[in-house]
């Protein structure tokens, strides 16, 4: 098994799901998740579940999704390392 391919599928699919949002987005639908990553909406679904509970997304009163504090205070750390 290559190096490349030696990943816990769920977590790279959660990165995926990060990854997802871009810079100036607005909020992102289920169905906009789903065409970006490729992902089954079930899937997208249970791994967000896990990335709301870790506030690395935050599922606002419309069902729409945006990046959580989680984020943020990562994103902190790495520019407090440099």
């Given at each position: 098994?290559t190096?490349?391919?030696?990943g816990v ?27 970006r990553?490729g ?7 249970r ?20 990046i ?11 520019h407090?390392a440099?």
């Open positions: 098994m190096s490349e391919h030696s599928a769920a977590v790279d699919r959660a990165l995926l799901i990060l990854s997802a949002f871009q810079e100036g987005d607005a909020p992102l639908t289920l169905a906009v998740l789903a065409r990553t992902l089954y909406k079930s899937t997208i679904l791994l967000l579940q896990s990335l709301i509970r870790a506030e690395f997304v935050l599922r606002l009163s419309d069902g729409c999704y945006v959580g504090p989680a984020a943020a205070r990562l994103a902190k750390l790495q407090a440099h």
